[in-house]
């Protein structure tokens, strides 16, 4: 076959049989094709796996680049000294230590764009949500499981009990876990509710909500996780991070 | 197909080897920056929000 190198393979497949020199046999038409569908299966293989280093890896790459970018910028912001709240470059950082992700920036809004930046975002449709300093409500809250950041990956490991902490430029708002939904469908828009029924809440209060996708690298459901209020603590000048994170 | 695209790189076993390696990182980066992002929203993997189905490009 290398010996016919300018003549592809239907000049092969006319080569003569009886030719004692040469080792591999004619290939025909039919085992052209075969050796074509192989190919494009190989091809089809490596682009699937390609797809997920792409997903799992290299979105995380770009997000957790974005996210520190902006992040920074917004701290860089509120060194600077009071000012307007500024809710399109982020309204604070999330602190979920059962999560051991650090901080994630929150955001307004829960579009794929704003999602895939890396941060966590609040909702605005199709239940708006509250915000953490409002006298009642649900701060809701929603990031990816897998990819752009995966900021919200180890949700399952939040148990009842666990220390959810807000953070804005002049307090820290420390949220305690007491609900979870391990598993429900993702047109359930109650969970969002002020007042989320489901999570065994009986009257209004500050509550706190993160909802990401479930089971792991798919979206077939959704994962819940409710927090209420516990106390705030003012930010003071060295910026001392509250029990919780230390 | 694969064999045909080496027969007709120009150059020796070396440098035909070294122009695979090009084509190959350009075929990944072109997956990489435009394919898989245009690719990606239309998959059902990573929707993680809960909504009336009509979460996507909000």
């Known amino acids: ?246 | 197909m694969y064999v045909w695209i080496w027969r007709h790189l120009p150059g020796n076993a070396w440098v035909r080897a070294l122009i695979s390696l090009l084509l190959v990182l350009a075929i990944v980066y072109v997956l990489f920056q435009y394919v898989f992002p245009w690719a990606e929203p239309l998959l059902p993997f990573n929707d993680v929000t809960v909504d009336n189905g009509m979460a996507v490009n909000r």
């Open chain 1, 1 to 246: 076959m290398k010996q016919q190198s300018e003549s592809g393979y239907d000049a092969v497949a006319r080569i003569d049989d009886d030719e004692p020199e040469r080792l591999t046999r004619p290939r025909g038409k039919i085992a052209a094709a075969v050796s074509l569908f192989g190919e494009l299966l190989i091809t089809l293989g490596v682009l699937l796996a390609l797809f997920v280093v792409y997903s799992l890896w290299w979105t995380n790459v770009l997000a957790d680049r974005e996210s520190k970018k902006q992040g920074n910028h917004v701290r860089e912001n509120w060194a600077k000294g009071p000012g307007a709240l500024d809710t399109k470059d982020g309204i604070g950082f999330l602190h979920v230590p059962s999560m051991k992700n650090g901080e994630v920036l929150v955001k307004s809004g829960t579009g794929s764009k704003i999602l895939n930046e890396g941060v966590a975002g609040f909702y605005r449709a199709p239940v708006k949500s509250a915000m953490p300093w409002d006298a009642k409500g649900n701060f809701t809250l929603a990031a990816h499981r897998d990819g752009h950041g995966a900021k919200f990956h180890n949700i399952h490991k939040v148990k009842a009990g666990d220390a959810v902490v807000f953070e804005t430029r002049d307090t820290w708002y420390v949220y305690k876990v007491y609900s979870e939904l391990r598993e429900t469908s993702k047109y359930n828009v109650e969970v969002l509710d002020p007042l989320p029924k489901e999570s065994g809440a009986k009257k209004p209060g500050r509550f706190l909500t993160l909802t990401t996708c479930t089971p792991v690298y798919t979206s077939d459901y959704r994962y819940i996780v409710w927090a209420e209020l516990e106390r705030t603590e003012k930010v003071d000048s060295k910026r001392t991070r509250p029990k919780e994170l230390s």
